[in-house]
């Protein structure tokens, strides 16, 4: 299993990111973005997953990360 960020531009798209993750049976949890990371919202989804599971994605989804402890995020995707 990966862990993976999700960044967004609203706190909405990640709220209804983390229900389709949660739905799709990923441990996923909403959380203050990393400093280290920007959105325009503040809000990121962080979840567990043998893929990036980008179909489970909100339309207004910033970027996903894949990252690892102690490592910087790197980025898989962006949505612009």
């Not at 325009?40 to 962080?46: F, M, S």
């Not at 990036?52 to 898989?76: G, K």
Request: net charge negative; aromatic share 6%; glycine share 2%.
């Amino acid at each position: 299993m990966t862990a993976y960020i999700a960044t967004f531009h609203t706190h909405l798209s990640a709220l209804l990111t983390c229900r389709a993750l949660t739905a799709a049976g990923v441990a996923a949890q909403m959380m203050p973005v990393p400093r280290r990371l920007s959105a325009a919202c503040g809000t990121c989804v962080r979840y567990t997953a043998d893929s990036p599971m980008l179909s489970c994605m909100d339309t207004d989804y910033e970027a996903v990360y894949e990252t690892a402890d102690n490592t910087t995020p790197r980025l898989l995707c962006e949505n612009r």
